[in-house]
């Protein structure tokens, strides 16, 4: 068939399919089985619902304008899909965690299956698969059982502060190369080298699902699916080639780091490791192809929990760390006093200097909230029928946490586009009761199951990196800063571009020898 006819086939396919559509709607519309309203929201326009209206790139900003004038609990409709945005966190906390048992589900986004990720636990529809995988998560990353990682943690730490020094200017890849060794030594007990084939792989995937994962990129073709009929080579259908890229790389992804943990294990390795310390102790009876199966995925997921980006998580958030401090230099100078005080200057921070170093866990609390990584977190879906406040919310809706909203509430962060550390402390310096790690890592019994190993992960580079730079803009010839304007990538996650910074020792002197002895004094 040529190209024209593809066309007209798809342009006729196209137009069948919006009549039966708006007829099916006017059905459903007759037939709403709740005499409660739904959650006020934006007048909708006929097919597309309230989709004209979003900002793709930055829907977070949409939803909270939405929120000034409806309220904390919208209503909207993207093309077929029933949106429920929620904005504050009491509300967060009544529907996800109160009534869990109805909104722990993953709305069915039709680009899962078409990028062939639907088997890990991140979009997982909640049921015995995800409980069987999240265990596996959960028994390996929660508080207790993440600490046996802080050695190999710190070991991380130390290589980056090498590369910091080394080659200041590559300090996006050094983050990178950090946060991906942390995370595949955790579950695979496979060490990356500096641009690893594996690790490259694993990053575009991540790249490319998370790129077409967010409810507003999947509406339409979830409305009409048709559309992926059209040909990957017919212009704007870019999403189904990367589909194809992504099906093919996901078996690599799942397969290959998973053989290297067979090996370590038949090398008798001891290091801990999600994969060598569940096959170590499961009965062989259990060790179904069903359960190896399950171990395999959950152990992908690890990665594309922490990667739903090109950059890691917690690299993305030093990123926006790196930033934070560049942009405020009077808030490293107070850090840098607390540091000097506690740990001096022969030494680096450990994690046994934490409850003394308040002003770094101020620092890391504000990052997290001044431009949260996730700021919608992951959509969640409602499992049945409920009514809120009054409020009808429809079976199936897909429900969004706006966790820009909250953690940008001016009644509980007054003037919240501030960066100012300072509103997590007391005026005796501890930290108040605040921690906004309970918004940034999402509610109830989806919440990041990596919450306490990302928590060290980036606690240990804050305060390492802190200890030993100043960090600033680069000076032109005349000692002066160059101005710069910074860009946030945005998606699923958000996060700013590389951009020009200087990492000036603030020990005299310092060398790599010199930098090996200081962490030597502090092991
Ligand atoms: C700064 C670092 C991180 C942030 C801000 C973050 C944030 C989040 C958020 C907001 C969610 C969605 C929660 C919800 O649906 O309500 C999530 C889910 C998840 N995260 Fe993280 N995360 C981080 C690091 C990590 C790491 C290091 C891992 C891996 C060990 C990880 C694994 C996961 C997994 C597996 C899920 C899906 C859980 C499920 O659906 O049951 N995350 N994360």
Redesign the pocket.
Known sequence: MSSVQWTILCLVALASVVVIDVGRRRLKRQKSPSPYPLPPGPPPLPIVGNMHGVDVKAPWLTYSEWSKVYGDLVYARLFDKDIIIISSGKIAKDL?EDRSINYSD?PNIITNELFGVGFN??Y?PYGER?RLQ?RF?HQN?KANSSSRFVPMQQRKVHQLLHRLLESPERYFESLFQYASSV?TN?VYDYDPVSGDRMVNIIGRVSELVTSALPPEVAAPLGAFPIILNIPSWFPGMTIKKNAEICREWTNDWVEVPFKHALQRMSDGSATPAMVLDALGKVDEKDASPGWMKDLKDAAA??FI??APCLLL??S??LMTFILAMVLHPEVQEKVHAQIDVVVGKDRIPTLDDRPSLTYVDAIMRET?RWHP??PL??P?AAVNDDVYNGFYIPKGATVI?N?WAIAHDESRYPKPSDFNPGRFLNPDGTLTSDDVTNI????????????D??DV??WSAMSTILALFKLSLPKDEDGKEMPFEPKWVTGITSYPLPFPCSFEPRIPGMDAKKLEEIINAST
């Open positions: 996800l993953r636990t991140v997982m995800w999240r998560l990353f995370i955790a997921t690890a929990g922490e998580r917690s993305a958030t997290l990584l996730a977190s992951l969640h946490t966790i940034a890592f999402g509610y109830g019994r989806r919440i990041c199951v990596g919450k190993f990302a992960t980036i």
